[in-house]
């Protein structure tokens, strides 16, 4: 779009004086308003939506009311400590004016519990005794000593964030359950900003300025992945961006100006979690725009992002979806479906000993948080026994504490010994072996050895985390003062508060540690116990991301799980369990495959439901409806194997539109109520299927197929001889991207791999190097042949050839790549040949197949098919002779006929009384003479013939020809055993 009219920005004062010099009042009137004009706005109110209780009370009665009936049922044997916890809490809530939040959160918990949504709290939120009371979280605030104050205390009243996680496939349910208790126009969505980075605004500038796409494309790259770095950052660390920036090219003109718009706003979105609730309209505190997408009834979105509507004292929950969640959903449905045991995530226990097993041995891929090459390092050292271990490395495994995660190991299993500045120490560090790890931890050493109150204790984290020396300096006077009141030395106070510091700046909410430690124990217990209905689960969320469901895959090989292709008589919208020869087996989603959408792959698995599998391709076209299945669907569900038990895929892409043009025809006819002739048949015998003749297409490569899989799929599911012997190799080499790990960095290895992409470089001196996607079992990784290296091998370089290889593994801002120092041609063992690309040519002529027979064609399927129509073979042991009269007796004979007597062909007339009168007398004609010998029937329909299979044989005569012949015409008999198959002629 160009916008034609300059003039789309604010105008200065003479540019407006300007442009109306006729009227100077005007100016100068805009003035006056302008300084009569008062605004204040309140910045101290919370505008919360109001509760209304169901009998009028108030809204912490109600609160109460609730409460006390939930704690009963949470702690049938509660003693007054608990009580105590619960009443307090309800204080601190009505001291700071959020009663009406609290109920606002447990009604839609309430709603989700009915609904069957799997939802969990996440931060602070679960340290809330009410909120457990309330049924909100199910995380027991007591047994995991969760400190309240990190949630909400009196000194720091902010509204406390309750953030919700939600299957991610259901918030929308939550989000419209809001819409319709709060009414329209007081719930809405957050905006977002999106700013230019670094890399966006080095494309768009050269998009603006029609730069070549290669060279924007590889400028972007050049930029490292380094977390909101900013250009001038970049060049300084790249060489090859210095030397771009700095040459007086096009490149330093390109880089000058990207510079110029980074961090410039650049587009407005949807909050991934924000929604707003009010009582009074959202309008009057806040403008709201339409949801950028096509549904007329989307929530609106505000047009303030987060930091001024929480300066309004605004309500904004966080619902964020979690994909996890639907995972867990997903699977647990599984289970009940294929296994009838039925579970719910609190009744899965939390000492299961095949769980800590797998998370022991590392093999966590797809469990959540914990599925990382380096977590998965560090679980497999920690070798965690509790809920509580993980939750530990959870909050360990960021900047900052890592440092620490090797003493924590260390002190668990009794390598080092654990020892406390101060014996007060150990009953606040104990469960973390003595390692600060939580902010609560930070919170109660101040309040032990400081003298303050949580509240207090929590404002001074905030402090310490901020690093302000005045605030700092004051503060640790404090500390100190209370240390010495509560019998401490200044010597000990200090060297406490010196200790806490450090820890304050990054020590982990541990309430949010424990509600991610849940969600990665109940994904590591059913990966562990129901390992087919997990991953059946994973992969479904996976749809849509080639890199994760390709991991996904190899985990499932790895496990020995085998992975099967789509399927028209088995598979289902989504991923699914399913079973092969070797055992439990998981079944590739129909419409995961692209191009084909659930509303082609619904009809066919409604049909299939209906009236049974489809027998052979003439069955299925003859059942689907033409208007929910195209051509492009239906040839790409043949390319992945969707087909593979009703025919060759290679016969079926030739005769793609053979097929389409039938599937036309036959829902034409259905859906016009015509009746062919066949149909009048009812039960007496099988409906007969048009005969469908397909070209001979050679069998298809292992080449195309993985092409078309990698295409169609995202991945690749076939096995062939090298990828078997890949496996085989995994011990020894590199063949998974899941193996290459940055503890490997200046590593030598060896791999064994395909050449995908291959993109051709030179460095500053000029010399040429190559940059290869190199694909392996799972994934690609990168590898970097230097000039020396590529003399030798670059013959080898070409997308699809097999290598074997050695080199040594790099980490460069992230990435992890291999410098190939030696590689070869991959040979597969006992082949003096390397492995040719491919197999022969798809229409190779091949004698066997009627090479130089240019007609020469196939049937739908390689093995039995069953629309491949054969004569029926009489089972008697005699031949019925004719009397004349329809009477017959038995003579004995020594052979059963196979060939045909005769060969009876209908044509239909397209009147349906007349055809259906004179089918029917035709085979009551044939009933009159059953005998042993088989006969062909054949309806001429339109465009086909179609051969009929009859349940009966019999014994050909002159009086049985006579008497066709005058029904049918003597044309439309043919006896095989004349010469040359003439006509029939009716005795005179």
């Not at 003039?7 to 004062?13: A, N």
């Not at 095949?354 to 948080?369: D, H, P, R, Y």
Request: one cysteine or more; proline letters at 5%.
């Amino acid at each position: 779009m160009k916008m034609e009219d300059p003039t789309f920005y604010l105008r200065s004062e003479a540019e407006m004086a300007a442009l109306f010099p006729e009227h100077p009042e005007a100016i100068s009137n805009s003035g006056l308003i302008a300084e009569k004009s008062e605004l204040e706005i309140d910045f101290t109110k919370s505008r919360l939506p109001r509760y209304h209780t169901p009998n009028g009370e108030s809204a912490l009665q109600y609160v109460r009311q609730l409460c006390e009936e939930g704690l009963r049922q949470r702690y049938p044997s509660a003693d007054q400590t608990v009580w105590d916890r619960l009443n307090y809490e309800l204080m601190v809530i009505d001291s700071t004016g959020f009663p009406d939040y609290f109920l606002v959160v447990w009604d839609i918990a309430n709603f989700v519990h009915r609904e069957d949504i799997v939802f969990g709290v996440r931060g602070s939120a679960a340290a809330s005794l009410v909120l457990y009371c309330l049924g909100v979280t199910d995380i027991d605030p007591l047994a995991r000593k969760l400190v309240f104050e990190r949630f909400l205390n009196l000194e720091r009243r902010e509204m406390p964030d309750i953030d919700m996680d939600f299957q991610d496939d259901r918030r929308e349910e939550v989000i419209r359950y809001c819409l319709d208790k709060y009414g329209e126009g007081h719930v809405a969505q957050i905006v977002t900003f999106g700013t230019l980075g670094a890399k966006a605004a080095v494309r768009d500038v050269g998009r603006a300025l029609g730069t070549e796409l290669s060279e924007v494309d590889r400028l972007a790259r050049l930029i490292p992945t380094t977390l909101k770095i900013t250009l001038e950052q970049a060049i300084k660390e790249t060489p090859e961006l210095q030397q771009a920036a700095s040459d007086g090219g096009n490149g330093q003109r390109l880089l000058d100006l990207a510079q110029g718009i980074e961090g410039t706003v650049r587009h407005a979105s949807t909050h991934a979690a924000g929604v707003m609730i009010t009582e009074e309209p959202l309008t009057d505190f806040v403008p709201l725009a339409r949801g950028t997408n096509s549904d007329t009834n989307a929530v609106p979105t505000t047009q303030y992002p987060m930091k001024p509507l929480d300066d309004l004292g605004l309500l904004k929950m966080d619902f964020l979806g979690l994909t996890n969640l639907t995972i867990l959903d997903r699977a647990l449905k599984l289970i009940s479906g294929t296994r009838g045991e039925a579970m719910t995530l609190p009744d899965i226990p939390l000492d299961d000993l095949a769980t800590f097993k797998l998370l022991s041995s590392g093999e966590t891929a797809g469990v959540f948080q914990l599925e990382g090459s380096g977590m998965r390092r560090y679980i497999k050292e920690l070798r965690p026994s509790s809920v509580m271990d993980i939750a530990a490395m959870i909050a360990l495994y960021r900047p900052g504490p890592m440092e620490f995660i090797g003493d924590f190991i260390n002190a668990k299993h009794g390598r080092t010994q654990i020892t406390y500045p101060h014996d007060d120490l150990q009953a606040l560090l104990e469960e973390t072996y003595g390692i600060v790890v939580y902010q609560d931890q930070v919170l109660l050493i101040a309040q032990r050895f400081g003298g303050y109150t949580l509240g207090e204790a929590d404002i001074l984290r905030k402090a310490m985390g901020k690093k302000d020396k005045v605030v700092m300096a004051a503060e640790s006077e404090k500390f100190i003062a209370g240390g010495i009141a509560n019998g401490y030395t200044p010597e000990l106070s200090r060297q406490m508060f010196n200790l806490i510091e450090p820890f304050a700046g990054y020590a982990f909410n541990k309430a949010h540690s424990v509600c991610y430690a849940m969600v990665s124990y109940w994904t590591a217990y059913l990966k562990a116990n129901y390992t087919v209905e997990y991953m059946v689960a994973f992969m479904d969320a996976a749809t849509g991301a080639p890199e994760k469901l390709t991991a996904a895959i190899s985990e499932c090989r790895r496990l020995g799980i085998a992975i099967l292709a789509p399927d028209v008589n088995r598979g289902q919208v989504g991923f699914a369990v399913d079973s092969n020869d070797d055992g439990e087996a998981i079944r590739f989603g129909m419409a995961a495959v692209k191009n084909v959408g659930v509303g082609a792959v619904n009809p066919i698995i409604e049909e299939r439901n209906a009236d049974g599998s489809f027998d052979s391709l003439e069955d299925f076209c003859k059942r689907v409806n033409f208007s929910s299945l195209n051509k492009r669907a239906l040839e790409s569900l043949i390319k992945v194997g969707g087909f593979d038990r009703l025919g060759d895929r290679g016969a079926m892409i030739e005769g793609l539109d053979r097929i389409m043009s039938l599937i036309r025809r036959e829902t034409e006819l259905r859906e016009s109520g015509q009746t062919t002739m066949f149909d009048m048949l009812g039960d007496a015998v099988n409906t007969p299927l048009p005969a469908l003749e397909l070209p001979i297409g050679g069998d298809v490569t292992d080449h195309e197929r993985t092409l078309w899989e990698q295409e169609l799929l995202g991945v690749t599911i076939s096995e062939n001889p090298i990828t078997r012997a890949m496996y085989a190799l995994q011990d020894e080499s590199i063949v998974f991207a899941s193996q290459l790990t940055p503890d490997m960095n200046n590593m030598q290895k060896s791999s064994v791999g395909t050449v995908g992409s291959v993109e051709e470089r030179t460095t500053h001196k000029g010399d040429p190097f190559v940059k290869v996607q190199f694909g392996l079992l799972g994934g690609d990784i990168e590898l970097v042949i230097w000039s020396n290296v590529l003399a030798t091998t670059g013959h080898l370089w070409k997308q699809g050839t097999h290598v074997a290889l050695t080199g040594t593994v790099k980490e460069h801002n992230g990435y992890l790549s291999i410098s190939v120092d030696g590689a070869r041609e991959y040979r597969l063992p006992g082949h003096e040949e390397a492995t040719p690309l491919t197999n022969a040519p798809r229409n190779s002529a091949n004698p066997a197949q009627g090479a130089n027979n240019p007609r020469s064609v196939a049937p739908a399927a390689s093995s039995h098919n069953p629309n491949q129509l054969k004569p029926a073979i009489p089972t008697g042991n005699g031949t019925g002779i004719s009397n004349g009269n329809g009477a017959s007796h038995v003579e004995a004979a020594t052979t059963v006929p196979t060939e045909p007597a005769l060969s009876i062909r209908v044509s239909e007339t397209g009147v349906v009384a007349e055809d259906k009168n004179r089918f029917e007398d035709i085979i009551r004609l044939l009933l009159n003479y059953k005998g042993n010998h088989p006969f062909v029937l054949e309806v001429e329909t339109g465009e086909r013939i179609v051969t009929l299979e009859m349940p009966f044989a019999i014994q050909p005569c002159d009086a049985l020809v006579s008497n066709l012949s005058e029904m049918i015409g003597s044309e439309n008999v043919l006896i095989p055993g004349l010469a040359n198959a003439t006509p029939a002629q009716a005795p005179v």
